[in-house]
């Protein structure tokens, strides 16, 4: 099946997850830095070895667009995402599933608010399915995950800076 007739995907394009997926939550972050470049940083996927240390291998066609396939390893585990909404800056969307289809498969939901301060509010929620591919993950793991991205897209902007949208680091295997 094509990614984009999937249900993940038509729900990702409603900006839903899976309610009762087997790992479903939630998080938010405030970023002391503009909506926008907030999410141009993360729609752009060459930055993602920058904000968690263990994806690598990001391979894409071009920019952030609705319907849109890249593949990229988390964990040295190859998968293949697709963008549902592309909605700068208030809103990004994607599905993933495993490379070989075995069974693993989530819906990513970031939206993106501006703060009495000029600062960026995220709230991320997501599903995920392993359990055809035998993974453990609750809600508690993908809760984790989640701040995981969170934590890394803040230090990212606030710390280092990505003021670059068209840089992506070689070093970690990026195309």
């Not at 991320?124 to 934590?151: F, H, K, V, Y």
Request: hydrophobic share 40%; aromatic share 6%; proline share 6%.
């Amino acid at each position: 099946m094509e990614a984009t007739h999937s249900p993940a995907y038509r729900l990702a394009r409603t900006g839903q997850v899976v309610p009762d997926a087997p790992a479903v939550a939630a998080g938010t972050i405030d970023i002391a830095a503009p909506r926008a470049r907030v999410w141009q940083t993360l729609a752009d996927v060459r930055k993602w070895p920058d904000i968690r240390g263990d994806i690598s291998h990001i391979a894409t066609t071009g920019p952030a667009a609705t319907a849109r396939s890249f593949t990229w390893h988390a964990d040295g585990a190859p998968v293949v995402s697709t963008f549902a909404v592309v909605e700068p800056p208030t809103r990004l969307t994607w599905t993933t599933h495993d490379a070989d289809h075995a069974g693993f498969s989530a819906i990513a939901v970031y939206e993106f608010d501006e703060t009495d301060a000029g600062h960026t509010r995220i709230r991320c929620q997501e599903s995920m399915d392993a359990t055809a591919i035998g993974l453990p993950l609750d809600n508690e793991t993908l809760t984790g995950l989640i701040q995981s991205w969170l934590d890394g897209l803040k230090s990212l902007i606030e710390q280092r800076g990505a003021t670059e949208p068209d840089s992506g680091s070689a070093e970690h295997g990026v195309q």
